[in-house]
């Protein structure tokens, strides 16, 4: 470890005094999500006659997207009662937190409030029963569709990874370590499972179907692409905790970040000053943050979108891919039929052979004309 950060030291001198890094990193964007989710995550949907927070509101719709298209496939259009698949999609929404909170010895939020009991079965029954989600995803051109998703899960998914600092800090297990170090193995598969529980749920006792049945989640199948949500999750919560130095084995890598990042969106605890937070801050150093907490959830949200709406661009130009090549392939009609002749020496030949007309064929083909009836004779 010493020897890593001599090198991590090294390494950002010689990048401080030769490439001002701190000009490329454009800093708009970062303010732009900043305010963006501290807008969502404190703002009502309005104050007297929907006064809960935009945040749960955004999440529930996005779910109900994705629960339609997965949905979408069940056999022969069969639809199943409104409780199944209400219970189905409330999987799909509060299983990761509920995963979460069962680990840290904490009651999920479903149990503790009536709020996301409002929100998310609200939210389904104008979404889903109505056919709106179904109408978007099918009408909506699927790139775009899957980008733009992707982009909303990447802020949504950014803000529980970076609010897991919280929970852990309020958990029993882990109240004797809420002032020092957080655990990376910890903290990074609490971020993966926070994230992917509620799919991981839906898969293995396929909700998604008609009739529920034990099954293999897509998760579990493996693929860089497929297993994206779970070591990306990880990493942003790595990042995290990076970010606000909340873990002091990653020191070497919160320096370099600390160089490396512009000094404007750079938190004032970072001279050594307390933090005006009020999440659990470690006590290996006086400054306890890189830059500020809200512009590090947006680096995280920005990062992790970027990665989603990569996996989603690439799906989409495979897919495309593949039905061309489907379309050149397509089934072609011959005019010969290939044989196969087993000559006297037992060697199998390949016979070209065209079609051969014979009468039977023609008669079975040919239009059979209808007799007429005989004409009665004059006299």
């Keep these: 470890m010493a020897l890593?950060?001599?090198?991590?030291?090294?390494?950002?001198?010689?990048?401080?005094?030769l490439a001002p890094i701190t000009l490329s990193v454009p800093t708009s964007p970062i303010f732009q999500v900043s305010r963006f989710l501290h807008h969502v995550t404190t703002t009502p949907v309005h104050?007297?006659?929907?006064?809960?927070?935009?945040?749960?509101?955004?999440?529930?719709?996005?779910?109900t997207t994705v629960w339609?298209?997965?949905?979408?496939?069940r056999k022969n259009g069969k639809k199943v009662g409104l409780l199944q698949d209400l219970f189905g999609y409330l999987t799909m929404a509060w299983g990761g937190s509920t995963v979460v909170s069962l680990l840290l010895n904490q009651p999920p939020t479903w149990l503790s409030s009536p709020t996301p009991w409002i929100i998310y079965p609200s939210v389904y029954l104008l979404l889903i029963p109505t056919g709106l989600s179904n109408y978007i995803i099918s009408t909506c051109p699927t790139t775009l569709f899957n980008i733009f998703g992707a982009l909303v899960d990447g802020?949504?998914?950014a803000t529980t990874i970076t609010s897991l600092v919280t929970l852990i800090g309020s958990s029993s297990p882990f109240i004797k370590a809420a002032n020092a170090d957080v655990n990376l193995w910890t903290y990074a598969l609490l971020s993966a499972l926070a994230i992917t529980s509620g799919g991981l749920f839906v898969g293995l006792f396929g909700l998604g179907e008609d009739e529920w049945k034990m099954g293999v989640p897509g998760l579990l199948k493996g693929g860089l692409l497929g297993t994206l949500d779970a070591w990306g999750a990880s990493l942003i919560g790595l990042l995290w905790l990076a970010l606000t130095?909340?873990?002091?084995s990653l020191a070497p890598f919160s320096e370099f970040l600390h160089i490396a990042l512009p000094s404007d969106i750079?938190?004032?605890?970072?001279?050594?000053?307390?933090?005006?937070?009020?999440?659990?801050q470690p006590v290996h150093t006086q400054h306890t943050t890189v830059i500020d907490t809200a512009h590090a959830r947006a680096i995280c949200a920005i990062l992790l979108g970027g990665l989603l709406a990569t996996r989603a661009i690439i799906l989409s130009l495979r897919s495309g891919r593949s039905q061309r090549s489907i379309a050149a392939s397509g089934p072609q009609l011959s005019k010969k039929t290939e044989l196969f002749v087993v000559d006297e020496k037992g060697v199998r030949e390949s016979v070209l052979k065209s079609p051969v007309s014979t009468k039977a064929t023609r008669t079975e083909n040919a239009k059979v004309t209808p007799r007429k009836s005989p004409r009665a004779k004059g006299k």
């Design 4 to 17: 890593l950060e001599a090198l991590t030291d090294k390494l950002s001198d010689s990048i401080a005094q």
């Design 47 to 63: 104050p007297v006659y929907v006064p809960y927070l935009r945040f749960g509101v955004i999440h529930a719709a996005r779910v």
């Design 68 to 73: 339609a298209g997965l949905t979408k496939g």
């Design 155 to 157: 802020i949504t998914r």
């Design 245 to 248: 130095r909340q873990s002091s």
């Design 266 to 280: 750079q938190s004032t605890a970072a001279l050594g000053t307390k933090p005006a937070s009020t999440e659990p």
